[in-house]
Structure formats: C-alpha cells, structure tokens
C-alpha cells in the first residue's frame, strides 16, 4: 500500500485526454514540491514533471500537472502511442523521512 | 550525462552484494545520488540517496532497508555504491540509480538486476 495513492490504469483513445491523480497528505504533497516519472518497463524511468507542474527541458508540452493541497495531478493531451507506460507520482515525506512514490498509472492508449 | 549500474546478480538469502552506480557527463561531487528498485510487478520503491559533500554527504534510506543496506560515494572515480547486507527474498528487483539534482531524479542509469534466492 503506497502513502501516494494512483489509480492503477487509465486507457483513452489516440488524440484524447487522459488525467492521472495522486492522493497524498499534509507530511509528503500539501507541503512538498511533487514530481512525475514516466516508467516504460525495461527502459529507465524518465523525469516528466519537477516543483509540482515544472516541465523539464526536452519533455513534450502535452504533459501537464498540479496540484492542490494533498493532491496532485498529471494530464497529457493528444494522446500517443508513444504515450503508453507506467506514471509516477513522488514527493518527500516528512513521517518517513525519505520520499515516496506513488503506486504507478499504466496508461493504455487504446 | 550517463549513468551505469553494475554488480547486480543472483545471490542467496542473508549474503552480501555491493552494487557500482558509475557516472559521466557532469560534475558528480556537485549532486546528490539516489538508488530506487522495481520488484517483479510492483512499482518504483525508494532505496536511500546520498547528498554532496557540500550538504554533508549525508544519507537517508527507506524503512525497509535501514541498518542492511549502505549508500557510499567517491568523488574522484565519480562512483555511487550500495553496500547491501542481510539480503532478503524481498530484496529481489532492479536497482536504479538516479542524479539527484534541485528538479529530482532527472537523470537515470538502465538499472540492474538482483536476485535473492537460495
């Protein structure tokens, strides 16, 4: 059981518009910065989102995020094939002193 | 910027294996350095970092493997180790490393495969 709580998967059609959630709390989102990880098995995870809604140089602008209080999001319009892996959320806890990450989000490009 | 893991392999429970995280392309002693695992269908698990000597080369490390498992650095060689003790069956999975900068893990290694069973 994660402290960041994903839905497992989401799947949309090519072209549409997903959104990924993650449920935190007062000691890891409310009050540190969020980062996203795009995760395709075998490949090295990849950094998709820094400071809550940050794209790093390089990372296409139809990856989006926020947050709000303990929660956060990630969006990604014009969906892709290309599109299709696992999504993590991760923020630093202050409870258990390290960071966390979320559960992970397959998401299926149908 | 690259990374390379190393040292990852099949090893029995309660023994010893030291994993190499070995860096180029920037300057290592500037950052810190992270290890994360992936266990067979699970997701990403936080393993510990290692900050730069300029914030005290300090560690921290997740629950699961406190007081088992060692992160260490050498800034010369611009080397990341993860000294690994007591390995459990549950230990089992691929260990990434990871450059620590101000925007979070932006840079990672392919990662490497360890096995714990007997």
């Known amino acids: 059981q994660s402290v960041l709580t994903q839905p497992p998967s989401v799947s949309e059609a090519p072209r549409q518009r997903v959104t990924i959630s993650c449920s935190g709390s007062s000691s890891n989102i409310a009050n540190h910065a969020v980062n996203w990880y795009q995760h395709v098995p075998g490949k090295a995870p990849k950094l998709l989102i820094y400071?809550?809604?940050q794209l790093p140089s390089g990372v296409s602008d139809r990856f989006s995020a926020s947050k709000s209080g303990p929660s956060a999001s990630l969006a990604i319009s014009g969906l892709q094939s290309e599109d299709e892996a696992d999504y993590y959320c991760?923020?630093?806890?202050?409870?258990?002193?390290?960071?966390?990450f979320g559960g992970g989000t397959k998401v299926t490009v149908l | 910027v690259q990374l390379m893991e190393s040292g990852g392999g099949l090893v029995q429970p309660g023994r010893s294996l030291r994993l190499s995280c070995r860096t180029s392309?920037?300057?290592?002693?500037?950052?810190?350095l992270s290890w994360v695992r992936q266990a067979p269908g699970k997701g990403l698990e936080w393993v510990g970092f290692i900050r730069s000597k300029a914030y005290g080369g300090t560690t921290e490390y997740a629950a699961s493997v406190k007081g088992r498992f060692t992160i260490s650095r050498d800034d010369s060689k611009s080397i990341a180790y993860l000294q690994m003790n007591s390995l459990k069956t549950e230990d089992t999975a691929v260990y990434y490393c990871?450059?620590?900068?101000?925007?979070?893990?932006?840079?990672w290694g392919q990662g490497t495969q360890v096995t714990v069973s007997s």
């Open positions: 392309g920037f300057t290592f002693g500037e950052y810190g």
């Open positions: 990871s450059r620590d900068s101000l925007l979070g893990y932006d840079h």
């Open positions: 400071h809550d809604d």
């Open positions: 991760a923020a630093w806890d202050d409870n258990l002193k390290g960071v966390v």
